[in-house]
């Protein structure tokens, strides 16, 4: 078979580089040309390429099925023209007869990938970009993309980057006051700072979208390094992913053809090693971000975020920015947290309920705690668990909870003035969304709807000779039909979209299993409350005294550990699970896909995450009963109980070790100890392979470095463990204020960690353009607000901050607290159990009343056991308290909104300075061309020419044989494609002059 044209035009090389080694294997074999991108693909068996190239010489037909649509006609030698083989007869719709030689079998396909993949490469070259690959054939071989200076040009101009000019202006400083303290802070930070160069400094160029009509505007110094590397692969992936196969199969862009397995991957390649070798000074980007960034030494620093940006693009680059501004704020929450349970320490000796709870002498003796088995017990013996909540519940947990939910508005309102800032300063204002093509698994699933109306069709069209009236189909009348359906191959199909009939049946299954998995979710959290009575059951059966006083501790502890191990499988599965829902649901694009994947993901590993939490502090004991009426769960096991001192203390301890295990483990165990695992079984396996590689080449070329690294999976993960933790630290922070202080600490290592990950342990990844953190904010945004309910209630209803106040300012008698425990306990006469549940054989003696907290009637009132006035009473002002505190936290969020605004009055000014220079550039080079003209039309006017154009104002007369005025920019005409105009095109450039 014949090879496509620009097959023979790819250069390969031996595995000997040139003298200059390829220059650390980031360029061709001629040291010039950067390698902007990378292709891998593994070399199919030898006979394969062989059948290839003997294809003129067999004649056995062999049909290659398409992916639904077909071969242009009359493009390829080895496709029949008119749409049939070489023998005349035409090809059916749905198959591409082609001559090639083989065996059936397996072949097929490899003949089949080895046709698309060479059409692509074709197709590259016709785009302007050059190609590399290595002679011999290896597994897996890499072909080298570079982009010269002209298809820069042009993709920059379609892309509409903007790059700097050559005007520049000066930021404006402060002065007086602030200017001191500005310099103040900036030599107090100084120590801080990553030790990266400042491209800019005071000075900052202006920067205008590229166009290859401007380029004596731009500050171009080198073609080379104009566009930095970053910027040639995302020009590189552009034409990338709108290349077509239209011969082969109808498929557009790279993602497709990896997925359809043409090629294994396609990557950028890093600057080189990572590691320093040689002078400071000539460090790489990467190698700049490995010594200040990606080093945990360097966890005091502020991340360089513009070099960041410049080698992984604005997407990634926000997500640090981002995580770099919620850190820094964690630091005064942090600190504001510590200072409340600080508090907590040191007043939990006068506290006076904890002091009567702990007083032997007052004797209260609480009634059983389980059915038969549990005796009565003196509430003295809970002195350790009072003692320990009023380290998290006490006055100060109000101001604590209100200062948090305002943080929450305050960290949005800072991120947005932060990211409007790094928007100004890396020149995405006024950035226009990139146009994204269908996805691979959105663009088979179309071809395969095509394909089954084109077949609905043919049957049609075969159908129809035979209702002639003679009842016979004569050869002419074949032929036309065949002929037509080879025709509509070549037509584009009428259908440009899924409907939501197709995806119908995805969204059924969404729906279904999005409950299933809730289901599962309150299952877990259901077992786990079975096995919390269960053992507390067993446990209060034991002889052992200690046993029996340590039941809630352990009972509660074991039942949190448990629940964190069943949160952190189910957080993989449903992770997995998200994929395939979203994947059910056919999106079109990468962005449809990536949030519909957010979504979901948040919805599942929120339910997860926070519903053990949320029955701790809304469910539990609520539905326990009282004495004689408890409610039972399988007939022979009670609810349970919050413990005396409330279940604000157990809240606490649910939360701190879900939340430290959650990030102890997955930063740990899945993000270090995983990839290092499976890094090393990699290593090992290719241990010999490795061994030969290096005596053959030294040193190894950079994209087979590259191509041992992980590829980059999205952002998606690192925005989920650090939004379930800002759930953490917002939504339950009442019951644990030292939350911040250990998101804080996480997250320094956190830092580091993701961008160790990123410099060594990644591909490097395509730079994509972002505005902002997309969906992510709507989710924070969210939260925030959410958060002052969850806050509202827990401090409400959780804690016993209203009871006391209530007690305090209705109940008692001096005014203090003293008696409030004495208030919220009712009583209970013992002969008033069901049979079988009372204590039998009592240690305590003859016990006639025991005490339950509960505001209950006492059993010699009229309404035994009924809801007292007290009840009633904080009732009320719990509900009271809802209404107050959600409002006034409303109020100071709405405050602090619009005392902050979300752009800088600096922004502001520079903006609109900017644009005043804009204009007077743009406008000088307007007069300039126009003086040009002017002085060209003069001087043809003095020679007796008339010269003609827009400017001219005489009569306009032949002027074949002059030479055409050319504008400043005109001179740059080398940089775009010479096409030779036509004669009518002569004409119409002799009557209009191009300014």
Known sequence: MQVS???????????????????????????????????????????????????????????????????????????????????????????????????????????????????????????????????ELKSPSFTRLHAPWPVLCREAEFLKIKVPTKTSYELKEESGFGSSVSSFWRKLNHPFQPKVHQEQGRTKFLSHCFSRDKLHQYNIKCKDTFFDNATRARIVYEILRRTVCVRTCQTIGISTLIAKGVYDSAFPLHDGDYKVIGHLEERSDRQLLHEEWARYSAFYKYQPIDLVRKYFGEKIGLYFAWLGVYTQLLIPASIVGITVFGYGVATVDTNIPSQEM????????????????????????????????????????????????????????????????????????????????????????????????????????????????????????????????????????????????????????????????????????????????????????????ETKSNVRVTVTATAVIINLVVIL????????????????????????????????????????????????????????????????????????????????????IQLSIIMLGKQLIQNNIFEIGIPKLKKLVRAMKNKGSAEKEREDERPPQQWKLDYALTPFDGLTPEYMEMIIQFGFVSLFVASFPLAPLFALLNNVIEIRLDAKKFVTELRRPVAVRAKDIGVWYNILSGMGKFSVIINAFVIAFTSDFIPRLVYQYMFSQTGTMHGFIDHTLSYFNVSNFKPGTAPQ???????????????????????????????????????????????????????????????????????????????????????????????????????????????????????????????????????????????????????????
């Open 841 to 995: 054989n009592s240690a305590l003696g003859d016990i006639s009343v025991c005490r339950y907290k509960d505001y209950r009637e006492p059993p010699w009132s009229p309404n035994a056991y009924t809801f007292s006035k007290q009840y009633w009473c904080v009732l009320a002002a719990r509900l009271a308290f809802v209404i107050l505190f959600q409002n006034l936290v409303m109020f100071l969020s709405l405050v602090v909104a619009w005392v902050i605004p979300d752009v800088p009055k600096t922004i502001v000014e520079q903006l609109k300075q900017e644009k005043k220079l804009l204009v007077d550039v743009f406008l000088r080079e307007e007069k300039e061309k126009l003086q040009l003209i002017q002085s060209l039309f003069s001087k043809d006017q003095g020679q007796g020419l008339p010269f003609p154009g827009r400017f001219n104002t005489l009569p306009s007369g032949p002027t074949q044989g002059l030479p055409r005025a050319r504008s400043r920019a005109a001179s740059f005409s080398q940089f775009t494609r010479k096409i030779p105009p036509s004669p009518r095109n002569e004409n119409e450039n002799s009557r209009h002059t191009a300014v």
């Open 569 to 652: 499988i189910l957080d993989e599965i449903y992770g997995s699970v998200a994929m395939w829902l979203t994947e059910l649901e056919i999106p079109k694009t990468e962005t449809d896909y990536e949030e519909r994947l957010i979504l979901k993901a948040f919805l599942l590993k929120f339910m997860n995450a926070y519903a053990p939490i949320f029955y701790v502090a809304f469910f539990k004991g609520r539905f326990a009963g009282r004495p004689g009426n408890y409610m039972y769960v399988f007939n022979d096991h009670r609810m349970e109980e919050c413990a005396p001192g409330g279940c604000l203390i157990e809240l606490c």
């Open 5 to 135: 044209p620009g097959e023979d035009k790819i250069p390969v090389v031996g595995s000997a580089s040139s003298p200059q080694g390829g220059r650390e294997g980031l360029y061709f074999s001629d040291g010039r040309r950067k390698v902007d991108y990378v292709l891998v693909f593994h070399q199919r068996r030898p006979s394969s390429i062989r059948s290839l190239a003997s294809a003129s010489v067999s004649h056995d037909r062999l049909s290659i099925v398409s992916n639904g649509n077909f071969p242009s006609v009359g493009t390829d030698p080895a496709v029949g023209r008119g749409g049939g083989i070489a023998g005349g007869q035409p090809a059916s719709v749905g198959e591409v007869f082609m001559e090639l030689g083989g065996p059936a079998g397996n072949e097929p396909a490899d003949h089949e990938i080895h046709l698309i993949r060479q059409e692509f490469e074709a197709n590259l070259l016709e785009a302007g970009l050059e190609i590399e690959r290595d002679r």
């Open 358 to 545: 702990c007083d032997e002498s007052l004797n209260f003796t609480m009634c059983p705690l389980c059915d038969g088995a549990c005796d009565f017990w003196h509430l003295s013996s809970a002195c350790g668990t009072a003692r320990a909540s009023h380290l998290f519940d006490n006055p100060a947990t109000v101001f604590f909870a209100v200062f948090m939910s305002l943080w929450a508005v305050l960290f949005l309102e800072q991120w947005k003035r932060r990211q409007i800032s790094l928007s100004f300063s890396w020149d995405l204002t006024g950035i226009e969304e990139d146009e994204e093509h269908p996805r691979p698994k959105y663009e088979t699933i179309l071809l395969q709807k095509r394909q089954r109306k084109q077949k609905s069709k043919k049957k049609k069209k075969k159908n129809e000779p035979e209702k002639q009236e003679d009842g016979t189909v004569t050869g002419k009348d074949r032929w036309r039909q065949k002929l037509l359906s080879a025709m509509a191959a070549g037509i584009p199909a009428t259908i440009e979209k899924l409907t939501w009939k197709d995806r119908l049946p995805g969204y059924f299954i969404n729906v279904s299993s999005i409950l299933f998995m809730f289901g599962l979710t309150f299952s877990a959290v259901f077992g786990v409350i079975v096995y919390r009575i269960t053992v507390s059951a067993l446990m209060a059966m034991s002889t052992d005294p």
